[in-house]
């Protein structure tokens, strides 16, 4: 039955409106997490997620107090999301775009771009990295580190990089550290992590135990954008899977993700294998919340964020 909005006191219609305002974000969000053709290759349903995940872009609204330049790195589409005012010029974040390595725009990635340089006060790097079924592995990782180059020629140190990304955004931030560390390089010197997909065999167990609460992801979709980004790999190898690489040498690392994700286990897997392997590493495991939340305007994605901004700072 539809509620007679204009029966309801101001306080009451403002959180219908929100009520409404944010079941229609989820349910262009679902639609950019879903295959229903469970073929991430087929270009109609590929067509449709990213128009999805464009018009998710529009519905969310973004903060401001914050200016957005786009420019190119060597035909990488680029942007800097620089807050007004700046906690200083010391650090800074590289953020990689979730999308499931087959859809993700600068228009999508200015949405938590934004986000994470109001909460910590320093400029932002996003990238728009090649997308596959069209450019598959190894594209988006050849393009992240010629993002990560480009910074070491502006004179950025390492150390003042914060590496940052959500979803398969996270698993790209990891494979970059670990290519780094391969190639006897410098490290970033913190990281965060958003609800990182780690684990592309979908062995969790949080893949059963939170199969009818997540809102977002299916498993389906999982196994049909990992075939798109790497087409009959052993998704058991660290390059697809870091969750099952040697993380010794990772910088200190804080993990973020919602109670009901099958993707849970991503993480929480994750930070046990960082401590395992000496890392000091941070997983925060929020209650009722979904896939990337924090891209929402929601109460509980503003606490993550200053949550996220305090581990910065609390590490020096």
Known sequence: MKKNLSALAPSEYLDEMARKGN????????TAHSFTS????????????RRSQ??????????????????????????????????????????????GYTSGTLGYARLLASKLALATGYPVLTFQYGL???????????????VWDYLMQLGWGAREVILAGDSAGGNLALELALSLREGKRLLPGRMLLFSPW?????????????????PLLTEDYI???????????????????????????????????????????DSTRLHQRLLEAGVPALAQVWPDMWHVFQMFPLKSADRALESAAQFLTLLG
């Open 23 to 30: 079941e229609a974000m989820l349910s262009a969000l679902r």
């Open 38 to 49: 469970s073929d991430a290759s087929d270009p109609k349903e590929l067509a449709r997620q």
């Open 54 to 99: 464009q018009t998710l872009g529009k519905l969310l609204s973004l903060p401001i107090g914050f200016d957005w330049e786009t420019f190119e790195i060597e035909g990488i589409p680029a942007a800097w999301a620089k807050p007004e005012h700046s906690a200083g010029q010391n650090r800074m974040i590289l953020y990689c775009h979730g999308g």
């Open 132 to 146: 596959a079924p069209e450019q598959p592995y190894p594209r988006a990782l050849e393009d992240a580190r010629i």
């Open 198 to 214: 780690t684990d592309m065999t979908c062995s969790g167990e949080s893949y059963t135990l939170c199969r009818d609460q997540d």
């Open 223 to 265: 196994r049909s954008v990992r075939q798109a980004y790497a087409p009959q790999a052993d998704w058991s190898d660290p390059a697809f899977s870091p969750l099952f690489a040697d993380l010794q040498g990772l910088p200190p690392t804080l993990i973020q993700v919602g109670e009901k994700e099958i993707l849970r286990d």
